[in-house]
């Protein structure tokens, strides 16, 4: 398998798996309700980060609020003396408080998405951003389409090489996809256990970088809580909000766990672990996705970044799965 993926139409080059940096943010909160993962310890964190790189990980995506900032700042120290080796892509759209680590609501205005991309270089420690993401999945298009020309000054200014939307709405990736010269990805949940067809078909029209959050289902697909294993404290899935599916009170739903089962042996074939094989099912859907797993430890990043030498799941062992899970595709 080719190791690299061209990031749609902008011809920037990045790893065929990116490193997911929700989880290194840390914890953070709307009121009582828990965003993030649990806690961290940030030396793992650079030291995943550091491992992925050496094992060919080049595309980080963070986002502004993932723990509130932090995310973005343990990135910017562990890529210290790197940037140019890497492509690091960020989010704007929601807005927090810094210090008390709070989620604070919604705001698509052009003055914010630009007052954010302050703080992100700043707390990236770089002058320019990769690509820059709209956040607001379920933003008006006529407000996302307010966003265009701005975000090709900043293009032209050399702040960003390239933007993009994270939504899994079809006609809003579409409508901003081909109003902006240098849009050249969205962003969509895709995993075994989630089928998004009209996005992946839109990338593949449409010439752009699938970006796949959620690869491994919230972590379903490592299989590891197929036996009642509970997350930790400040963990969004002890708590889940409504969108998140796969787990009630911290444990994985019945139903869910049964479908991974269903298709483990098959995931597992030639020596790859679930999560391993899990990715190779997206690099078979598609050669336009991106798989970005969250990874916040040295153990994570290695087995993520093992999957690069397994490749895509056969013609054979996909149809499987697709039989077993999706048999009307």
């Known amino acids: 398998m080719t190791q690299t993926r061209t990031l749609g139409r902008s011809g920037i080059e990045v790893s065929a798996l990116g490193f997911g940096c929700w989880a290194i943010g840390g914890p ?8 993030g993962w649990g806690a961290v310890d ?15 990980v080049t595309f980080f995506d963070t986002a502004s609020n993932y723990g ?32 008390s680590r ?3 609501g919604e705001d698509g205005s052009v003055a914010y998405m630009l007052s954010c991309l302050d703080g992100v270089l700043s707390r990236l420690g770089t002058d320019y951003l990769d690509l820059y993401q709209l956040h607001l999945g379920g933003l008006p298009i006529d407000d ?33 996809a081909r109003a902006g010269r240098h849009c050249t990805s969205v962003q969509f ?11 992946v078909t839109l990338c593949e029209t449409d010439d752009l970088g699938g970006i796949n959050k959620g690869p491994l289902a919230m972590g379903l697909l490592s299989g590891k809580y197929q036996t009642g294993l509970a997350v930790g404290q400040h963990d969004i899935r002890g708590k889940a909000p409504e969108w998140l599916r796969y787990f009630d009170n ?11 089962d269903a298709v483990r042996d098959i995931l597992t074939s030639s020596g790859r672990t679930m999560s391993q094989g899990a990715l190779a099912w997206l690099w078979a859907r598609s050669p336009k996705l991106i798989p970005i797993p969250g990874i916040r430890t040295v ?30 595709s």
């Open 144 to 176: 996302a389409l307010l966003l265009i020309e701005p975000l090709e000054e900043l293009v032209a200014a050399g702040k960003i090489r390239a933007y993009g939307w994270s939504t899994d709405d079809p006609q809003r990736a579409a409508a901003f």
């Open 28 to 35: 953070f909160w709307a009121g009582e309700q828990p965003l």
């Open 68 to 99: 509130a900032g932090h995310s973005e700042r343990v990135l910017g120290k562990a890529l210290q003396g790197r940037r140019d080796d890497v492509v690091i892509a960020s989010k704007f759209g929601y807005t927090f408080i810094e210090e």
């Open 189 to 199: 949940d895709e995993s075994v256990l989630n089928e998004n067809a009209e996005m």
């Open 299 to 328: 153990s994570q990043a290695a087995e993520n970044a093992g999957a690069l030498s397994y490749g895509p799941l056969t013609e054979q062992e996909f149809a499987q799965v697709q039989s077993i899970l999706h048999p009307t």
């Open 102 to 104: 709070q989620a604070t």
């Open 250 to 260: 911290g444990v994985a739903v019945p139903e869910w766990a049964a479908k991974v």
């Open 42 to 56: 940030d030396d793992e964190s650079i030291q995943a980060i550091h491992r992925a790189l050496d094992l060919g």
